[in-house]
């Protein structure tokens, strides 16, 4: 199916057309800002859609640059189980809120590569230590409320697309914050309280769905 | 579309405060082993510039002299620190090269040099890492301690070109130390440099059945030697006496090198002196080695033996000198251990935090003194005695420990102890009585101005005292947290650091528990010396 195709699918769309006996489960495949996923989509009525869905992505950023004092790398562990419900407000547009258990991790770690000279001393990388500091959302069951365009499912056709703009309210971020070393005292819980202070005002994830779905009955 | 527009550009100016009063916090435990040394008048047992009025200047020599550094990481130029209040703070560079080990002591000298004050020298032995607490008795030249005899005289002599024009004999005020130094002597410096103009001569002799001499002996009596046949031992001295003797110009040379003759050297030896190759007192006919000094190295060095006579109802022993230094008639025992019997001290009630213990080390044979040792203590780690004779029975006259409210109980004052060596442990009873006292725990931060996020959490020796008591005792940091157990609700204490060759004190008067001392900026030449910025 053509891309204009797809757009005609989304486009004929309207309230005036849609059969209200038509009910239907299909399929989908996402790329969202939980990561890329699939989703399970129940028609229970034209304008009432359900989805279970997943998406998982884990990327890992190592930054090896033996020329610098500090390496370090940034890890993204991205996942979510998700049950939501669509409701099409106007011709294409639909409202959607639902429920999310929230896997998502941010990880940084960062260490020396080089020695150290304090005073008369070499110090090892060994011995300066490592820093470690994660963050994960302060709720696993994350509410979620959205809008979007475009059908989760179609509803005479096979292919349909959607894209969605929402948030999830995960409450305010979990701070891990881990030290070794000479470094051991930043990893205080001090210091890790006072991050998650910092970070309190953080208390939505922003979703951006871009939904490819297919009918199968 | 907009809200979230918003939610995001919001999100983008509160990540600039995610950092907000979070710090680099360091812990600054580089330091495995600390040597801390307390220089006392050996007369008034005070501590020396306890005032801050005079520093004692130290120099690091010896095998392991590059191992030595400032408790801050920082090693001096020359290896040279001066002490404040009366303490210097050292402590091991923690490379593999310098990890004490019964199998790898590090060893090093401490020469000490202070104006008005007898030159000395000691030298430390470490065999393991930890904390380690010294002592050194220096002898004011105008106010020595009993039995030690001092008599210094200006223009015995002279010297024209290093050659001696008449002859002059100096003794102290005793008599039991003479020298003579007979005309047209030639006298060199250690440059080779003559000596010329008016001549001085200081004798100084320390008496061996004098517990104060004994431990203001330089060098101390568990020293490494030179065998006569050049063979290097480490052991213990029974001392027969020891003279000191400084021979200076007009322009403060001082002589260290003798031509065309000797110098001789007499001195009285008291009849108790126990000689331990007859198991009895010394007689005349009695062989006895006679040594020197090195100050440079700490090391004694066999020059060769005398034999005691009987003069005038006295005995005698003299010694002609080719060369000018420290002399010292002794026995030399060479059997000792780097790391000997276990010490548990064992308290009659539970003590939680750590403490030192002194104590003043007699040999049973001839009831003289050894050594003063120090002991620190903390919950649940042996304690061991480091560089100890062997197979020589001792005992143990404690004094006051670094805790008023800690006594040594009176079923092990003294401690007896066959062989500091043996296997076997040796048990000392303590009584804890904390009274009225309580245990106090003090926080420290500091930073540097250049760098106000990064925040150094110090670990090092600290000192504290009673306001006016001059009496500092020990106290570990770690991670910038101490304890301080012992002390009295109400009263008034000072709180001290040693490094960098400068003392920084704080008073605390003790109202509560928990005492936090954030935001101590260092002074900016420790910062630029230390962590270069």
């Known amino acids: 199916m053509s891309a204009q195709e797809l757009y005609e699918d989304v486009e004929y769309t309207s309230e005036e057309s849609i059969d209200e006996s038509r009910l239907g489960i299909g399929v989908g495949i996402k790329m969202s800002t939980f990561g890329p996923g699939i989703e399970a989509i129940a028609a229970i009525s034209p304008k009432f859609h359900l989805r279970l869905g997943g998406t998982f992505m884990h990327y890992t950023y190592h930054h090896d640059d033996k020329n610098i004092e500090v390496n370090g790398s940034a890890d993204a562990h991205l996942s979510s189980v998700s049950l939501f419900a669509n409701y099409h407000i106007a011709r294409i547009f639909f409202v959607s809120g639902g429920i999310l258990y929230n896997m998502n991790e941010i990880g940084l770690d960062g260490f020396f590569t080089k020695s150290m000279t304090i005073g008369s001393l070499e110090v090892e990388p060994e011995r300066i230590g490592a820093l470690d500091f994660k963050i994960k959302p302060g709720s696993s069951l994350t509410p979620y409320a959205g809008i979007g365009i475009g059908r989760s499912l179609s509803k005479n056709g096979v292919v349909s697309f959607a894209i969605e703009a929402g948030a999830a309210f995960h409450g305010n971020p979990k701070v891990e914050l881990k030290a070794t070393g000479m470094l051991e005292p930043t990893g205080s819980e001090e210091q890790r309280q006072q991050l998650e202070d910092n970070l309190a005002g953080f208390n939505i994830y922003p979703m951006l769905n871009f939904q490819l779905s297919f009918r199968l009955l | ?533």
């Open chain 2, 1 to 533: 579309m907009l809200l979230f527009g918003l939610i995001f550009i919001s999100s983008c100016n509160k990540l600039e405060n995610v950092a907000d009063g979070v710090k680099l916090i360091i812990d600054y435990n580089l330091i495995e082993t600390t040597v801390d040394v307390q220089f006392f008048d050996a007369a008034t047992g005070e501590l020396i510039g306890r005032n801050g009025d005079v520093s004692v200047n130290v120099k690091i020599t010896g095998p392991d002299k590059d191992g030595v550094m400032d408790i801050t990481g920082v090693q001096n130029e020359d290896n040279q620190y001066s002490s404040q209040r009366g303490i210097v703070g050292l402590a091991l560079i923690p490379e593999a090269a310098y990890m004490p080990s019964e199998s790898r002591p590090v060893v090093f000298n401490m020469v000490t040099e202070l104006s008005g004050y007898l030159s000395t020298s000691q030298k430390f032995t470490v065999v393991s890492e930890g904390r380690n607490q010294y002592r050194i008795n220096m002898v004011r030249l105008d106010n020595p301690p009993q039995g030690v005899a001092v008599n210094r005289e200006s223009g015995v002599t002279s010297a024209i070109n290093g050659r001696i024009e008449s002859p002059a004999t100096v003794s102290t005020s005793s008599g039991k130390a003479t020298i003579e130094i007979p005309a047209d002597i030639v006298m060199r410096d250690s440059g080779g440099n003559p000596l010329s103009g008016s001549i001085n001569v200081d004798v100084i002799h320390f008496d061996n059945t004098n517990d104060e001499a004994l431990a203001a002996f330089p060098g101390g009596l568990m020293p490494t030697v030179t065998r006569a046949d050049g063979s290097v031992a480490d052991g213990m001295f029974y001392s027969a006496g020891f003279v000191a003797i400084e021979i200076t110009d007009a322009s403060g040379r001082h002589a260290a090198t003798f031509e065309n003759g000797t110098v001789r050297m007499e001195a009285i030896v008291s009849p108790e002196t126990y000689n331990p190759e007859t198991n009895s007192p010394v007689a005349a006919g009695d062989e006895v080695p006679v040594w020197s000094y090195d100050e440079n190295t700490g090391e004694w060095k066999e020059e060769g033996s005398t034999t005691m006579q009987l003069v005038n109802g006295q005995l005698v022993a003299d010694f002609p000198l080719t060369h000018l230094s420290y002399y010292n008639f002794d026995w030399f025992y060479g059997d000792y251990c780097y790391q000997g019997a276990a010490f548990q001290f064992m308290a009659d009630s539970p003590i939680t935090g750590c403490f030192l213990m002194q104590g003043t080390m007699y040999r049973q044979d001839d009831n003289s003194y050894l050594m003063d040792v120090y002991f620190w203590i903390c919950p649940d780690e042996p304690v061991y005695t480091s560089y100890a004779p062997s197979g020589i029975p001792v005992k143990i006259v404690w004094g006051e420990g670094s805790n008023s409210t800690i006594a040594v109980a009176p079923s092990s004052q003294p401690t007896l102890i066959n062989d500091l060596c043996a296997s076997s442990p040796i048990q000392v009873d303590l009584v804890y009585s904390p009274g009225n006292t309580t245990t106090i725990t003090i926080d420290v931060e500091a930073y540097c101005a250049s760098e106000p996020n990064v925040i150094i959490r110090p670990s090092f020796s600290a000192w504290y005292c009673a306001i006016n008591s001059w009496n500092w005792m020990p106290v570990t940091m770690e991670n910038g947290y101490a304890e301080i157990m012992g002390v009295e609700v109400g009263e008034t204490y000072m709180v001290g650091v040693y490094y960098d060759n400068q003392w920084h004190e704080t008073e605390v008067v003790v109202t509560t528990e928990e005492y936090t001392y954030v935001g101590i900026e260092l002074p900016t030449e420790v910062c630029d010396e230390v962590f270069g910025y």
